[in-house]
C-alpha cells in the first residue's frame, strides 16, 4: 500500500514531476528503426513522457526528434516535408536539421537573420541496437543502454510493440509479480475437473529479492519434491526494464515499459539468444512477419496514441471466450500477453495503491516501488544521478529458470548465467510436467 502522494509521485511522469525528471535522465526506446526506415524516411508521431513528438531520419541518417509543434506559428510538423539535410513545415516552409536549428526561412526577406535565432524544440535521437531511442532530458545525454541484445546480430533478437491503455508502472508490476502466473495464465486439468495445475503443484512461491546497483532481481522457489526446487529469476533494471524467464532453450524474453502518457503505455517485447540465429522461429514480429503476442492489431489511426493497439481490448473484453474458460484455460482469454493486457488495464488507468493488500508473494514490487521512488525522491531533493544512467555496462544481465537441489543458492549457482559470463544455460530438469 503506497501513500497517495507517493502513488502520484511514483507514476506520474510529465515535464517536472519527481518520476517524469527521472525518465528523462534515460535515453529511452521510441520505435524499431525498421519501423522507421532509412534517410529521408516520412516523419512519424509518437507519444513520450506526455510530449508529442514526431522522429524522422535526415539525408545522412542522423535522428531527429522534435515537439510536433513548428516554432513559427504551432503548425504539426508531421506533415513536414522531409527534404535534403531537413525538415520543412508545410505552412510556410520553414525548414529545420536534426538539431532544430532553423536552416531556412523562405517566406522572411533574403537579408533576414531571424532563422539563425530560431530552433524547433528538438531532442536528441539516436539509433543503437536496431532502435531509434530518444533522450528527453537537458544537456548531454548519457551512454546509450548496453543490452546484450544490442550488441546481437539482427538474426538473433526480435521485437514486438503494443499499446496498453494504463500507466508503466501498473504493466511493469505484472513481470515483477510471479504467483499470479499458474493463476492468470494457468490451463485447465485436461481431464476437465476445473483444477488448475498443470505449470506447477506449488502456488505459493516463496520469493528471495536481492537489491542490486541496476535495480533488483529475484529468485522465486517452488517446491518440486523431496530434492529439487524450481527457480524462476527475474530482473527489473532503471527505469523501465524487465527480463522474465524463459522457457528452457536459453532465449532471454525481456519487457520495456515505455511511459507515452501517465495513461498509455508502449510495451516492448524484447527476446534474443546469445548464440543462436531465431529469425525462423520469431514468436514475436512486429513487421508482420510471425505471430504478435497480443494477437491481431487494429489499423493504425493518426496522433501520438494511434499505433500497435490490439483488437481485443476493453470495448470487447478482451474477445474472452466463456467456454474455454469453463475447459480449457484461467481466464478464456486468448494469449498470456492479453492475458496481463486485460487484468492490468482493468485496474484504470492508474491503480489506487492506497486501498490495496499486499502479502508475501508481493515482495519483489514492494521492492522496487521503493527503489524507484528512493531515486526520484534523490534526484528531486538532492540531484543524485539515478542508477545505471553514468553505468550503461550495467544492463548486461539476463533472467533464468531452473531446478536447483535443495538447499543450493540459485544466485551463485545461475550467476555466470545471469551476467552474460557464458553462453549456455543453466541445466534445467524439471520434476513437474507442464
Ligand atoms: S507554422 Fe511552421 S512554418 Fe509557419
Ligand atoms: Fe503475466
Redesign the pocket.
Known amino acids: 500500500m503506497l501513500s497517495t502522494a507517493d502513488n502520484e509521485m511514483l507514476t506520474q511522469v510529465g515535464k517536472g514531476t519527481p518520476m517524469g525528471e527521472l525518465m528523462r535522465r534515460y535515453w529511452l526506446p521510441v520505435m524499431p528503426v525498421e519501423e522507421l526506415g532509412g534517410p529521408d524516411c516520412d516523419p512519424q508521431r509518437f507519444r513520450l513522457l506526455g510530449e508529442d513528438l514526431i522522429v524522422f531520419r535526415d539525408s545522412n541518417g542522423d535522428v531527429g526528434v522534435f515537439s510536433e509543434t513548428?516554432p513559427?506559428?504551432?503548425?504539426s510538423?508531421f506533415y513536414g516535408r522531409n527534404e535534403q539535410g531537413g525538415l520543412r513545415?508545410v505552412?510556410?516552409?520553414?525548414k529545420y536539421d536534426v538539431t532544430g536549428q532553423c536552416v531556412d526561412m523562405p517566406n522572411e526577406p533574403g537579408e533576414s537573420n531571424f532563422k539563425d535565432k530560431i530552433r524547433a524544440w528538438a531532442y536528441r535521437g539516436a539509433i543503437h541496437g536496431g532502435v531509434v531511442w530518444a533522450y528527453l532530458g537537458e544537456g548531454e545525454p548519457p551512454g546509450l543502454p548496453d543490452f546484450e541484445w544490442t550488441v546481437m546480430p539482427e538474426e538473433q533478437r526480435n521485437f514486438s510493440l503494443a499499446q496498453r491503455a494504463c500507466n508503466w508502472m501498473q504493466g511493469l508490476e505484472g513481470d515483477i509479480d510471479t504467483s499470479h502466473l499458474f493463476f492468470l495464465h494457468g490451463r485447465l486439468d485436461p481431464d476437465g475437473s476445473g483444477n488448475i495445475g498443470v505449470w506447477h503443484n506449488d502456488k505459493h512461491p516463496t520469493l528471495e529479492v536481492v537489491p542490486t546497483k541496476y535495480g533488483v532481481v529475484y529468485g522465486a522457489n517452488r517446491e518440486e519434491n523431496e530434492e529439487t526446487t524450481y527457480w524462476r529469476i527475474t530482473q527489473f533494471l532503471f527505469p523501465v526494464f524487465t527480463f522474465f524467464p524463459a522457457a528452457p532453450g536459453g532465449t532471454v524474453p525481456g519487457h520495456m515499459w515505455v511511459p507515452m502518457d501517465d495513461h498509455h503505455t508502449m510495451v516492448w517485447t524484447v527476446s534474443w539468444h546469445p548464440t543462436q540465429n531465431i529469425a525462423d522461429s520469431r514468436r514475436f514480429g512486429v513487421l508482420g512477419n510471425a505471430t504478435h503476442p497480443a494477437g491481431e492489431l487494429l489499423p493504425d489511426t493518426a496522433g501520438g496514441l494511434g499505433r500497435f493497439r490490439p483488437r481485443a481490448n476493453k470495448t470487447n473484453d478482451y474477445e474472452i471466450d466463456r467456454g474455454r474458460q469453463r475447459t480449457e484455460t484461467f481466464t478464456g482469454i486468448a494469449t498470456v500477453f492479453l492475458q496481463d493486457q486485460a487484468v492490468t488495464e482493468s485496474m484504470g488507468p492508474v491503480q489506487n495503491r492506497s486501498i490495496e493488500h499486499l502479502g508475501r508473494s508481493d515482495g519483489m514490487i514492494i521492492q522496487v516501488r521503493r527503489r524507484l521512488l528512493n531515486a526520484a525522491k534523490a534526484l528531486h531533493y538532492d540531484n543524485v544521478t539515478p542508477p545505471c544512467v553514468d553505468n550503461p555496462e550495467w544492463y548486461r544481465v539476463r533472467s533464468a529458470i531452473g531446478t536447483l537441489p535443495k538447499g543450493e543458492s540459485w544466485y551463485e549457482h545461475m550467476h555466470d548465467w545471469l551476467y552474460a559470463k557464458v553462453d549456455e544455460p543453466p541445466a534445467l530438469e524439471l520434476a513437474v510436467p507442464r
Not at 513559427?72 to 503548425?75: D, E, K
Request: with cysteine.
Open positions: 513548428c513559427h506559428r504551432g503548425a510538423l513545415c505552412y510556410h516552409g520553414w
